[in-house]
T-cell receptor, first 115, second 111 residues
């Protein structure tokens, strides 16, 4: 049973460039969330997608955008990269359960380095 | 404002020495309290979900408990392979679609 798959695993970009990260959710999951994790800190919520729409967004600028496709896979796009965007980007999938929060399955992440 | 605080930041134990990790939360209308394990350079690995005060869950050497203000992760007779960062997260009514995370406790088990 494939879990959450993220690509690429590592990425080096230059300040000002744009980057796209990809995520395939666990089989049976329909909701995808994206998190940014700086070294030594807990993950910070970026946004969540369900039924191809952004359902909620964390405190991140508009440079961070996303998309969910009909097969539930998702992309995270970051424009005008800053040095501070360097982090581990995590994708988590879950199955929407209404008023009860379900368990999230995380991918291994994409390590983005901005130079 | 919803908040999750974990303590201690780091914990060093001898193999076999039991202890507990703490997760204090201030979340409106708790929808779930989650424990994850994270190894260096990897994504968090799901351990437990707790939904209501008094609930307990166990898995091997780990046991998670929940009160109205905090959760504990008890580690009994740990082994070196239990070394990792343990993260706690909570989802509440106001943040129904997102997890509020603590900074984690780095656990080191010495043989």
């Amino acid at each position: 049973d494939a879990g959450v798959t993220q690509s690429p695993t590592h990425l080096i970009k230059t300040r000002g460039q744009q980057v796209t990260l990809r995520c395939s959710p666990k089989s049976g999951h329909d909701t995808v969330s994206w998190y940014q994790q700086a070294l030594g800190q807990g993950p910070q919520f970026i946004f969540q997608y369900y039924e191809e729409e952004e359902r909620q967004r964390g405190n991140f600028p508009d440079r961070f955008s996303g998309h969910q496709f009909p097969n539930y896979s998702s992309e995270l796009n970051v424009n005008a990269l800053l040095l501070g965007d360097s982090a581990l980007y995590l994708c988590a999938s879950s199955r929407w359960r209404g008023q009860r929060a379900g368990g999230y399955t995380f991918g291994s992440g994409t390590r983005l380095t901005v130079v | 404002e919803d908040q999750v605080t974990q303590s201690p930041e780091a914990l060093r134990l001898q193999e076999g020495e039991s202890s507990s990790l703490n997760c204090s939360y201030t979340v409106s209308g708790l929808r779930g309290l989650f424990w994850y394990r994270q190894d260096p350079g990897k994504g968090p690995e799901f351990l437990f979900t707790l939904y209501s005060a008094g609930e307990e869950k166990e898995k091997e050497r780990l046991k998670a408990t929940l009160t109205k203000k905090e959760s504990f992760l008890h580690i009994t007779a740990p082994k070196p392979e239990d070394s990792a960062t343990y993260l706690c997260a909570a989802a509440g009514v106001d943040s129904n679609y997102q997890l509020i995370w603590g900074a984690g406790t780095k656990l080191i088990i010495k043989p």
